[in-house]
């Protein structure tokens, strides 16, 4: 018999809260999921949202016999523009000991929502990806990607490389050190610019273990801090960092973008109030991206580096794809 003055729980009621255990339970497994594989997480999710224009895995590859030496090639759904869709070539973090560059998919969602092709490319990764392997291996797997790009429909003349965090450090290295794409025999001027997304770039002594790991080992330490590469005539470089990074300090932005400028190429630090280390690659996924400000800064500087091309580009002849030169060549070079 109930009491005076209470109801009884209607069916709208059971519903909510038949709704909110699936909401816990939900929520306790994607914690759980997240904490073993966070970018897989988001990327399961991200595939979920819809985007205004989808993209198309049109092929994974390996360009060398390491597993992690893999990449994935991503178009814009659609036909392409006159001269081919323009690349991003990107590099995924994880301290230089972990990561997948298959789990970043969102990265070519959002990129192939505003026409930009994505290859994402792995590399080899703790011992066997210590310095300069990283390097070697970006390099052999951008090739790799400009080699491939024109059966894709890809502009390879018009090339952006981008990462976040280690990766970042990766893309850094390529773009004003020529000698990595130069070995691998890529042409002059094919890259275009550099998106950096929490990137090291000033970090000697090494005071993380992932540094130390990672590049401890390297008889010249000065050979791995990008901001000794800096050149008058660097590529454009979008430098981003969030002003809560405790993992890659926001003075890593600073001090390259204030060396570029003094080597006569105008570069700012655009600091994303707020935001940590992850927030940057985060906030690119469509069930994060109310806060828009990373893709606000991004977008823009690629439509200024990498124009709309009114007529077919000239080819860009690229090597026969080989696996990556040995670390310990060049080590020895």
């Known amino acids: 018999m109930m009491r005076p003055g209470r109801k009884r729980m209607g069916w709208l009621g059971w519903m909510a809260a038949g709704l909110l255990l699936l909401a816990l339970v939900f929520g306790i497994l994607l914690w759980r999921a997240a904490d073993t594989d966070p970018a897989g997480t988001l990327d399961a999710f991200d595939a979920r949202f819809s985007r205004e224009r989808g993209s198309t895995l049109v092929e994974k590859a390996k360009y060398g016999s390491d597993p992690a030496q893999k990449l994935a090639i991503y178009v814009p759904q659609g036909k392409a523009p006159a001269g081919g869709f323009p690349l991003v070539v990107f590099f995924h973090g994880g301290g230089w000991q972990s990561g997948d560059p298959y789990a970043y998919n969102w990265i070519a ?6 026409g930009y092709a994505t290859a994402l490319v792995g590399y080899r990764l703790n011992q066997g990806g210590r310095f300069p392997a990283m390097l070697e291996d970006s390099a052999a797997g951008t090739r790799f990607a400009l080699a491939e790009a024109p059966k894709h429909g890809i502009d390879a003349s018009r090339t952006v490389l981008s990462g976040h965090s280690a990766g970042a ?7 004003l050190d020529r000698q990595w794409l130069g070995r691998e025999g890529v042409p002059e001027g094919t890259v275009k610019g550099a998106v950096i997304l929490a990137g090291p770039a000033d970090f000697y002594p090494y005071d993380k273990k992932s540094s130390i790991n990672a590049m401890g080992h390297w008889p010249r330490p000065q050979d791995t801090q990008p901001v000794n590469f800096v050149r008058a005539d660097a590529p454009p470089m979008l430098l981003i960092h969030g002003t809560e ?6 003075r890593n932005a600073r001090i390259l973008a204030r060396r570029l400028t003094d080597a006569g190429v105008p570069t700012k630090a655009v600091l994303m109030e707020g935001m940590s280390h992850n927030d940057l690659i985060l906030k690119l996924a469509k069930v994060l991206d109310r806060d828009n400000r990373v893709s606000q800064a991004i977008f823009p500087f690629l439509k200024r580096v990498l124009p709309v091309q009114a007529i077919a580009p000239t080819t860009v002849s690229s090597p026969t794809p080989t696996p990556a030169s040995s670390p310990v060549q060049a080590a020895g070079a």
């Open 109 to 114: 969602r959002a990129l192939g929502e505003q």
């Open 245 to 250: 990074d405790t993992v890659v300090r926001p």
């Open 169 to 175: 450090y990766n893309a850094t290295m390529l773009t």
